[in-house]
C-alpha cells in the first residue's frame, strides 16, 4: 500500500502538466501568442521555419505518388504548394495534443486538397449530382428512388449522341425524317467544351449544338428552320445530327438534396453519378439551389468507358431489333 | 501637462461669444451665465459621449480579429459586404430595388460600380470566387468592422420576449439600471485634459460607486427570472463582484494615496508633474487593478457568473433581442471603461510614452507634442483591451467559483492592502514634493541619490524580478529524465502498446 503510495508520488509528470506559474498563467499566454503571430504570412514563416517539423511550407517528394503528382499539376494555379501562406507547421506535445498543430483551414482562402496534394475527396464521396445526359434514357428510376422528392423530369430537345454515333456503331441511331428535329454541331463551342470547367465557371455549360426543325429531306441535302432565327435554309444533310424533342431533362433541387446516393444506384444505365465536387453548391436564395440539366451535367468524355459501353449495349440491341426484323421480312416474303 | 487641443475651452468661448447677444434685452437675460453654461455643457458632453461610444467599435472589432488570429482564424472578413459583393458581381438579388425615395437607382449604380471595381476578381484565390458570398478582398481591406452593426441591426429586429412567471416589474427594470448606470461612467472619463464630459472633485470615488451599481442590477435580471440558472449566475455574480471591489477599491486607494488626489484628471497629470507612470512605480497594484477588473467585467477566466458551458448565459440567459444586445454592450461598455481607468491611472493618460524626454528636443519635440491627448488616450484603452482583456480571455481557463473566491479574498486582498502600504511609504519616503513640475520635461519627484528616475527604474527591476522568478519555479531536479508519454510513466518513445 505504502509502496504504490510511494510510486504514485514519484510518477514522472509531463513538464508541461505541473500546475506551477509558469504552466497555469505563462505559457497559455505564449501559446497564443504565437499561434496569433503565426496567422500572419510572414510571422507564419519566420515560425513556420523555426519551429516547423517540415511539414508544411516544404515540397514532400516521400508523399506524392505518381498519381497524386498528375493531380497537382492538373490545378497548379491554386496546388502549388510552396505559394501556400498559412498553416505553418506547429510543435505540439503530448498533453496538448491538438494545441499548436494547424487545425484550421482557411477555406475558401485555401484547401485541405491543395495544402496537401497527396489527399483527396475519396471518390465515394457523394458530392454535387452529375448526370451524362447523352446516355439517359429518362426511365425516372432515380426520380422514383428518391425519397426526398428533389429530382424532376421534363423533356427538352436534345441531340442523343448516340444516333448519331460514328464508328462500329454508326446507322445504329434514329435516321432524319420530315417534320423531326435536327442539330448542327458548332465547332469552336464544341472545342471550348474541354476547357470547360462547371465548377469554377458559375455559368451553365455552353450548348454546341444548333437545332432545327427538318422542313424536307431530298437526296443529300435538307431543308431546315432553325429555331434560334426562324430562317430556313438547305444544308448538307451530313452535317446535320438527329435531334429529339422528347430526350428527358431534369431538374434537380439540392437545396432538397440529402446526397443519399440512392438515385445513382437506380440507375440503369450508368449516367448517374455522385461526383466528389463540394463546393460551388452555394447561392443567395433557394431558387439558385435548383440545378437546371446543364448544371448537373457531366461531359461523355469524362466516363468515356461507360459512354461507350452503354452505346455498344444499345447498338447491339438495334441490331438484334434489326436482324429479327429482316428475318421476319424474309420468312413472310418466303 | 495639458493638452494642446482644448475642445471644452473651445466650445465654451464659442458659446460664450454667440449666447449673450442674443439674450440680451430679453427677460432672460439675468440667467445669461447658466444658459450659456448649460448649452455648452450639453454640447461637450454629447460629443464626448459620441467619441467614447463610437471608438467602442474599435474594441469590438479588435477583439473579434485578434481572438479569431489566437484561434488560428481570420475572425469576420465579410459582414455587409456580401450585400454589394457577390460572386462575378452578382449580389444577393438586386436588393436596392427595395430603397425608398428613389434611393434604388443611385445606391444600385454605386453597388455595381464597387462590384466591378473590387468584386472577386482575383485569380489568385479560384476557390474564393467558387463559394458564394466571399472575396478575396475580405481579409486585406477593413474586415468585418460592421459586424457590429449587422449584429445590432439583427438585435433590434427580435421580439421581446418576457418568461411568463418572471417578476416582470424588475425583470424590465434590471437592463436599464445595468445600461445606465454603465453608461454614466463615460461621463466621467476624459478623453484628455481638454475633452472631457464632467469633472468632479472626487471623480474617482464617483467613477467607483457607480461601477458599484450595476452588480445590484446583475442580481435583480438573475433573480425576476425567475430560472435557476439566471439565479445561480446572479448569486455567483454577486459573490464575486463583492469579493473583488475591495481589492479593487484598496488599489484605488493606493493610487490615490500615491497621487494624493481623488480627481482623475488631477491624478493623470501627478504622473506628468513627478516624473513617472504609476505603472513603474505599482507594477503590482497595475496587476491587481487588471484582474479585479477583469473579475469586476465578468470576463475570463472570471466569468463564472455567466459560464457558457454550465449556465446558458449565466444571469441574462432570458433576455433576448435588443435587451440582450444593450447588456451585451453594457459588458463592453464597462470593459472599455476600465481600459479608460487603467490608462489615466497607470499609464499617464493622454501623456505620450518618454513626453518629458523627447518633448524636450526644440524641433522634433514640438512636433511630438503636436499628437492629440484623445488619440493618445484612445490607442492606449486599445492597446490595454487587446493585451489585457483579450489575450487573457483566450489563453486562460475559466476558474472555478470558490477559487474565484479564495484568490479574491485570501490572496488579492492581502495583496492589495500591502499595495497600500507600499504606496503609502513610497509618496512619505521616497517622494519629493519639491521637485514637482508641470513643465514640458515633467517633475524629477522620484530620483534618488541624484539619478535620474531611480525609483521607478528599481521598483519594475524588482517586480520584473519576480515575476521571472516564479516563472521559472519549479524543481527541476525532479525532471532529470527524459520526456514522458502521458498516457504511462515511461520515456516517450519507449513504450509500445501491448508488449509488456
Known sequence: MSQAKSEVKNMPMHPHAKPNFRNLFWYPFKITLITALRTFPIFGRIFGKRLSGGYHNTTHPEFLDDNSATRAASSKLYNDISQQEFAPDRVTSDLFPTLWKPQTVQYPYERLEDMEPWLFVPGNYNGRIGVIWETCTACKLCVSACPNDCLHMTTELRVDVLDGADGEHSGMGAELEVGGHAAKLIPEVAESLDEFNLVTAHTDTPDQWRFAEVLDLSGDTATVRWNDSGQEQEVEAAELYVADDQIVSGRIDLGRCMFCGLCMEACGFTSFFMTNEYDGMSGFNRQDLWFDASRTRVLPSVHQEAVDSELAKRANKERDKRAKKAARAAKESA | ?500
Open chain 2, 1 to 500: 501637462m495639458d493638452d494642446a487641443y482644448d475642445l471644452r475651452g473651445l466650445i465654451f468661448s464659442l458659446v460664450e461669444k454667440v449666447i449673450p447677444p442674443i439674450l440680451e434685452g430679453t427677460f432672460l437675460e439675468e440667467s445669461t451665465g447658466q444658459i450659456t453654461f448649460g448649452l455648452a455643457t450639453f454640447a461637450v458632453v454629447n460629443i464626448v459621449f459620441l467619441m467614447l461610444f463610437f471608438s467602442q467599435f474599435a474594441i469590438l472589432w479588435i477583439e473579434r480579429k485578434a481572438v479569431a488570429r489566437m484561434n488560428d482564424r481570420r475572425g469576420a472578413t465579410t459582414a455587409l459586404r456580401s450585400l454589394w459583393v457577390g460572386e462575378n458581381g452578382v449580389t444577393a438579388g438586386e436588393w436596392w430595388n427595395m430603397l425608398p425615395f428613389g434611393l434604388g437607382k443611385p445606391v444600385g449604380a454605386v453597388n455595381k460600380w464597387l462590384n466591378k471595381k473590387f468584386g472577386n476578381r482575383d485569380e489568385k484565390y479560384p476557390t474564393v470566387d467558387r463559394v458564394n458570398n466571399r472575396s478575396w478582398m475580405g481579409y486585406s481591406i477593413f474586415p468585418g468592422f460592421f459586424q457590429n452593426v449587422a449584429d445590432g441591426m439583427k438585435f433590434l429586429l427580435k421580439e421581446h420576449m418576457v418568461p411568463q412567471r418572471a417578476d416582470k416589474l424588475i425583470f424590465e427594470v434590471s437592463p436599464f439600471l445595468i445600461v445606465s448606470s454603465t453608461l454614466l461612467i463615460l461621463g466621467l472619463i476624459p478623453l484628455s485634459s481638454g475633452i472631457y464630459a464632467t469633472n468632479p472633485e472626487l471623480s474617482i470615488l464617483y467613477a467607483i460607486a457607480i461601477f458599484g451599481i450595476a452588480p445590484i442590477g446583475v442580481f435583480f435580471a438573475g433573480w425576476s427570472s425567475n430560472n435557476k440558472y439566471t439565479l445561480i449566475g446572479g448569486i455567483r455574480s454577486a459573490a464575486q463582484l463583492t469579493a473583488y471591489e475591495i481589492p479593487l477599491l484598496l488599489t484605488l486607494l493606493s493610487v490615490a494615496v500615491l497621487s494624493g488626489t481623488f480627481n482623475i484628471v488631477e491624478s493623470v497629470h501627478f504622473q506628468h508633474s513627478a516624473g513617472s507612470w504609476n505603472l513603474f512605480l505599482m507594477p503590482l497594484g497595475a496587476g491587481l487593478f487588471l484582474i479585479t477588473m477583469i473579475a469586476e467585467v465578468e470576463r475570463v477566466p472570471f466569468d463564472m457568473p455567466e459560464a457558457e458551458a454550465e449556465l446558458v448565459e449565466g444571469w441574462w440567459t432570458e433576455y433576448g433581442g435588443m435587451r440582450f444586445g444593450m447588456l451585451f454592450m453594457a459588458e463592453y461598455i464597462r470593459t472599455y471603461a476600465a481600459c479608460f481607468l487603467f490608462t489615466h491611472f497607470f499609464l499617464g493618460g493622454w501623456h505620450l510614452p518618454f513626453q518629458g524626454l523627447i518633448g524636450s528636443i526644440p524641433i522634433i519635440g514640438d512636433l511630438y507634442l503636436l499628437i492629440p491627448g484623445a488619440i493618445v488616450v484612445l490607442i492606449k484603452a486599445w492597446l490595454v483591451f487587446l493585451l489585457v482583456f483579450v489575450w487573457a480571455r483566450f489563453s486562460l481557463a475559466r476558474i472555478r467559483t470558490d477559487q474565484i473566491l479564495e484568490f479574491g479574498w485570501r490572496i488579492l486582498l492581502p495583496l492589495a492592502v500591502f499595495q497600500l502600504i507600499l504606496s503609502a511609504i513610497y509618496r512619505l519616503y521616497l517622494f519629493d514634493p519639491s521637485a514637482m513640475s508641470d513643465s514640458t520635461f515633467g517633475g524629477t519627484s522620484w530620483d534618488a541619490f541624484g539619478i535620474l528616475f531611480l525609483i521607478p527604474a528599481i521598483t519594475t527591476a524588482i517586480w520584473l524580478g519576480i515575476f521571472f522568478l516564479m516563472l521559472n519555479d519549479e524543481d527541476k531536479s525532479g525532471n532529470t529524465e527524459r520526456m514522458f508519454h502521458v498516457y504511462t510513466d515511461k520515456a516517450a518513445g519507449t513504450y509500445v502498446p501491448g508488449q509488456e
